[in-house]
């Protein structure tokens, strides 16, 4: 199961893929109809089309998440405190494994909306 999140950047979107562990497995800035990952340049990108589902549903920055896979069904966001967007590359900083009071069980643990 992956996951998909949208947040603004200073020059467009940035969308993120998790993995049902919540691991990021891929993020790419989205300028307008151009996408940086590499499947923009063979004409189709699923992460444009991501980010229409997205703005359709005035969810850009909010934390919910998008399984795409599975016909676009909507996860809520995680709690307070909780992470809910990958950082932008370059930012990435070792965390605890765990914070207290809290245990992560993955994607599965969300119910569904």
């Keep these: ?3 998909y999140t949208v947040r603004s950047i200073s020059d467009g979107w940035r969308v ?7 691991n990021v497995e891929s993020s790419y800035a989205v ?11 063979r004409g189709y990108c699923r992460h444009i089309e991501i980010l229409g589902i ?3 549903a ?13 016909g676009g069904e909507w996860l ?6 909780e992470p809910t967007s990958a950082p932008v590359p370059g930012e990435l900083k070792a965390r ?16 569904r909306i």
């Design 1 to 3: 199961m992956s996951v």
């Design 54 to 56: 997205f703005q359709a």
């Design 96 to 111: 605890p494994a765990s914070s207290p009071g809290f245990q992560f069980q993955g994607v599965e643990g969300i119910r």
């Design 16 to 22: 993120t893929k998790f993995d049902g562990d919540l």
């Design 76 to 81: 809520p966001p995680l709690k307070t405190g």
């Design 58 to 70: 005035s969810r850009i920055d909010t934390g919910w998440f998008l399984d795409y896979d599975k």
């Design 31 to 41: 300028h307008g109809t151009l996408c940086e990952c590499p499947q923009a340049s």
